[in-house]
C-alpha cells in the first residue's frame, strides 16, 4: 500500500514498486464470508481476476498447449508427438492441470528411445484409477468437489502415515509438503 518494505534485519524501508500474481483453486470470495481468508487481503490481490478452465475442460487445446511446452523443453533439439500420443494427451483427465502436463512431457523427452517422436509409450500416463472394490467413485460421488478432494486428501494422509509407521514428519516428506502443512491439513481434516 504505502510501496515501501522493510527487509528481516533492516532498520529503514526501502522503496519497491511490484505487482503480485496469484493463483488459487479455491473460492476467495467465500473463504471470506467464511472468515477463513482476510478481507483485507483479498481486495488487495483482487484487483484483477481471470478464471482459467482446468485443462481436462479444454481438451481441444491441448495438442498446441502441449506443442508449446515441448518445444520449450526440446529447445534447439526439437520434438513432435505421434498422432496417437496426442489423442492420449487429450484422453487424459490431467488432475495436476498445466503442471502435471509439463510434468508428464519432461519425463518423456527424458526417457524416450527417440527424443525427436513422442509415443504414447514416451508419456507413461497414470492409468485411470481401477472401477473395482468399495473404493470405486462413482461420478455422484466426486460431487460436491471439495468434499471429494478432502476424502481424497485424507485418504492420501493416512497411507503416507501407515507407511510410515506414523511419523507424522516422515509422512509429511513422503507426501511432499512441511510437516506444518501436514500439521494444518491433519487438523482440518480430523485426523488425530
Known sequence: QEKRVRKVGATQEEPVDVRIISATHQRLDALVEAGKFRQDLYYRLNVIQLAMPSLREMAEDIPEIARAILRRLAGSEGADFEAPAIEALQRYAFPGNVRELENVLERALALAANPQIITVEDLHLAPAPSESG???????????????????????????????????TAAAKLLGITFRAMRYRMERLGIN
Open 134 to 168: 468399495a473404493e470405486a467413485l462413482t461420478p455422484s460421488s466426486k460431487w460436491p468437489l471439495q468434499e471429494y478432494l478432502d476424502r481424497v486428501e485424507k485418504e492420501a494422509i493416512l497411507e503416507a502415515l501407515e507407511k510410515t509407521r506414523y511419523n507424522r
